[in-house]
């Protein structure tokens, strides 16, 4: 049975990936940070108490900043494959924690390339890579467009990307480079711009609400699903070679498209509620990004299956159960169509139980 480490198993990706590696029978081990609030939700639907049998789902505290225990954990468990998608991973925070973000971001992915070394555990290694790291260069942008980092973080992602890259040609580590454009889901953390825009439709949908605040309208992103991505993220390391990877649909639209079809799917006009606030402008901004996937389809054999207006269905009908409406379903509906059964939680296609369960994750090693 082959075993995976996961950072970052308690964000979007790192739900969705779990999900999806332990339908491939996969023993899964993710580090959580500790906090003394519950920082589990994506998680809780996944967890089996150990005293109850075999369990293939393992939690262990740790922390980018601390290499002490990625050594021990990398050396002890042994995987055959380590995804690193813990992060700080908020663009416009990353204004404010610069440093704190050149640490974790930065040199988080150092520190665990360093401790693969060390151990000379032989695992391959996922570099959650990100479309930010080509900020101001023209779109489409593909492998080989020159980086132009907008951001501390974006610049930190660019020092991991040739750390990760670095490791591979030094010391023949099987690393792969998944260069994600950005993709979203009814996980998705509250504060990216989709899922701010499709919470606030929900609430005002369900009168609990009357505004919307954003920032830059007219920025332009290629907006996935992030299930599809991790599943991306796996074949990465199926290869027989390591390389890196653009991901993305080859679609953009703008901010103000998302806000009007959150809004026009509830039979709302987005412009009777969105307000422009210039505290969410960034200092310097990627206005344009749009993922040339070509070698991905050939070398991956993989393309998206989910489109941008399905995306926003989905996740508003999971925002508006999440409010107690009950939503128009043509998103649930789309869901069970796009062959992710795989899924868990409540949005896996046909579920039903409840989002985020509050359960308390007990971490294998307290
Ligand atoms: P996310 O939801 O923000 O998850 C980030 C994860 O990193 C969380 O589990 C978080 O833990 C963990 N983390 C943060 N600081 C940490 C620390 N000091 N030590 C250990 N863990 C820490 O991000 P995501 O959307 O799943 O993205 C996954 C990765 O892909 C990130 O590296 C992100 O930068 C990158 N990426 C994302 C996209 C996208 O569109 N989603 C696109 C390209 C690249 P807590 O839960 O405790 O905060
Ligand atoms: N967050 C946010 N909040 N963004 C806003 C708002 C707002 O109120 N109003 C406008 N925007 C604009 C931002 O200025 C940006 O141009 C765009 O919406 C997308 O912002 P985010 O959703 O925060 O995502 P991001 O593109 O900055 O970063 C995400 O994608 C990257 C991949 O390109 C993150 O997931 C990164 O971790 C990821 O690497």
Request: net charge neutral; hydrophobic share 35%; charged share 25%.
């Amino acid at each position: 049975m082959k075993k995976a480490l996961i950072t970052g198993i308690s964000g979007q990706d790192g739900s969705y990936l779990s999900e999806f590696l332990l339908s491939q029978g996969y023993e899964v081990h993710g580090i959580v940070r500790k906090a003394s609030s519950f920082n589990t939700p994506r998680l809780s639907h996944l967890y089996v108490d150990p005293h109850k049998g075999d369990v293939k789902f393992l939690i262990h505290y740790g922390d980018l900043a601390e290499s002490g225990q990625m050594t021990h954990l990398i050396y002890n468990l042994r995987p055959d494959e380590i995804y690193h998608l813990g992060a700080q991973s908020h663009v416009r925070v990353s204004f404010d924690l610069p440093e704190y973000t050149g640490d974790i971001t930065g040199l988080g992915t150092l520190r665990i390339m360093e401790c693969i070394r060390r151990s000379g555990i032989k695992c391959k290694f996922y570099q959650a890579s990100s479309s930010e790291m080509f900020g101001a260069a023209a779109a489409p942008q593909s492998e080989t467009t020159p980086f132009y980092p907008r951001s501390p973080y974006a610049a930190a992602k660019v020092f991991a990307y040739w750390t990760a890259i670095n490791y591979r040609e030094a010391y023949n580590i099987f690393v792969c480079n998944g260069i994600l454009f950005n993709h979203e889901s009814p996980r998705r953390g509250e504060t990216f711009v989709s899922r701010k825009i499709t919470r606030a439709v929900a609430s005002i949908a369900a009168g609990l609400d009357q505004k919307l605040y954003l920032g830059n309208l007219k920025a332009r992103r290629d907006w996935g699903f992030a299930p599809e991505y991790v599943v991306c993220q796996w074949l990465m390391l199926q290869q027989d070679r390591p390389g890196d990877y653009v991901i993305g649909t080859g679609e953009s639209h703008t901010v103000e498209d998302f806000a009007r079809e959150s809004f026009a799917y509830v039979g709302l006009d987005w412009q009777d509620y969105v307000e422009v606030d210039p505290r969410y402008f960034r200092p310097t901004e990627v206005d344009h990004l749009c993922a040339d996937m070509r070698k991905a389809r050939k070398e991956l054999n993989w393309s998206p299956k989910v489109s941008f207006s399905e995306l926003v269905k989905i996740m508003m009908d999971a925002d508006l159960r999440a409010v107690g409406v009950v939503p128009p379903g043509q998103g649930e509906k789309i869901l069970k169509t796009k062959d992710l059964n795989w899924i868990q939680g409540s949005d896996r296609p046909g579920g039903s139980d409840a989002h985020g369960s509050s359960r308390s994750i007990e971490v294998t090693s307290s």
